[in-house]
Structure formats: C-alpha cells, structure tokens
C-alpha cells in the first residue's frame, strides 16, 4: 500500500493564464473537479498514507480548500514556498523533512492525468531505483535509455542538446522516452539532494548523478497520460478523463 506522496501544487500556471491570473493551477477545474482534488483522490484510493502538497502561487486559496474539504480524509502536509518557488527539486528538499526517509515517496505533478495504477506503481519499489513514469509521446525533449531502461541523459531534438554524465554517450542507441510527471523517489536519493543548490529542478539531479545511482524509465504499453498545459486542453482532459473511467468498467 502506497505509504507517502508529494503533490507539486506550486506551480504558476504561466500556461493556463488568464484563468490563473485569481486561481492556482492546482484548483483550475476538470469537469466538477480541480486538478488538485482528482490528484489526491487518486492517491487515497492508492491507499497513500500521508500526502505533502507544496504551495506558492496563491498559496493560500489551497490551504483553504484543503480546510474547507477535511483534506478529504487523508493526512495532508503542507510545504509553505510562498517566500520563493523552489523548482521540484527544492521543493522535494524542503518537504523532505516532513517524510519517513527509510521509505520512498512518490512525488506526482497536479497537472498530470494518467490511468496509471499507483498501488501498483509503488509495489514496483525495490529499495535502489528511482523509478520515472515514462511513455513514447512525440516530444522534442527526451529523457535517454539503455537496454535495460536505465536512465543515460536527456537530448532536445530541436537545439541537438544532450545532458548525460556519459561523455561518449551515442544517443542513436538509446531508447527516447518522455517524462509524465509521476516518479518514485528511492530512499538511497535522498542525501543528494541536500548537496544541492535551495532552488533546482530534479531531472538536473537525474541527469547528474544517473551514472553511480540507478535511475529506471518505468514504461507501460497501456499507459495513457495527459499533461494540462493549455487551456484549450481542459475541454478534451474531461474527454480523457471519461474515456479511462469508461475502459476500467
């Protein structure tokens, strides 16, 4: 049973403007729902135990919310960045603190919608890997994979970038795969993150250290995942939502 997770609720919502201009993207609504709430409804039927939910933008309009509805019946922290957002790898630095470090945490986007089955994700733990929920999207930005779906660097199509700790890295070997925003933090990463900067994002920390820590892609055929970045993607997210619900009757 999923035992701990963070929700990224921080986030600005520069995408979803003019909507975000009075609300946090975290409660710009889905259907009946915000974003936040199908995202923690989610966990607790994952069974989560203990749910941190960061916050910056608007910060207060989710502390309310979360009041106004009993964190819906879970236990519910939260990690104040009002003073500065901290990226998702400052933030998972600063709510570190809030977490059982013997355990992983599963740190998921409240912007991300998926089928993913998170009981089952979080049974994959296996002490070691840190484990990104990956599928085969058409992107310009890819995350890089050996055979055996272990983490080499990251490539942008369009510039021609690479990122990887491995200097003669041939990227035509590799398989490409695109992030979704879901991954399971293992215990043995946590002491590098208190060598990292307050404010940083955590693929730069995948990518830096990947070579002595293993890093899986956890990918699955059937994965479907939708990441709301736009407002004229909220109308076909309801779409999405509708469809997964119906495959799982």
């Known amino acids: 049973m999923l035992k701990q997770a963070m929700v990224f609720a921080a986030g600005m919502g520069t995408r979803l403007k003019p909507m975000t201009e009075h609300t946090p993207k975290a409660l710009v609504r889905v259907g009946e729902k915000p974003l936040l709430e199908h995202v923690l409804l989610k ?3 994952a069974g989560a135990a ?3 939910v960061n916050v910056h933008h608007f910060s207060q309009q989710i502390i309310d919310f979360l009041r106004q509805n009993d964190n819906f019946g879970m236990e519910i922290s939260i990690s104040d960045e009002s003073d500065m957002l901290l990226e998702t790898g400052g933030g998972i630095k600063k709510a570190l603190e809030m977490f059982d470090l013997n355990l992983p945490v599963l740190v998921h ?7 993913l089955d998170l009981s089952a994700f979080w049974e994959t733990k296996d002490g070691n890997a840190t484990k990104l929920v990956v599928n085969s999207r058409n992107t310009e930005r890819y995350l890089l994979f050996n055979d055996n779906m272990r983490l080499m660097g990251w490539t942008n199509l369009k510039t021609d970038e690479i990122k990887s700790p491995y200097p003669q890295l041939n ?3 590799c398989k490409k795969m695109a992030f979704c925003g879901i991954h399971l933090l293992a215990p043995q990463i ?3 993150l208190q060598d990292m900067p307050q404010r940083f994002g955590i693929m730069d920390l995948y990518l830096k250290i990947c070579q002595e820590v293993p890093i899986q892609g956890y990918f699955k055929e059937d994965l479907r995942c939708m990441d709301i970045g736009k407002i004229e993607m909220l109308q076909d997210a309801q779409h999405f939502l509708d469809d997964i619900q ?3 009757k």
């Open 171 to 173: 990227t035509e070997e």
């Open 109 to 115: 986007n409240v912007d991300i919608l998926s089928n």
């Open 43 to 45: 966990l607790k039927k």
């Open 246 to 248: 119906d495959n799982r």
């Open 50 to 52: 203990h749910v941190v």
């Open 190 to 192: 946590f002491p590098y």
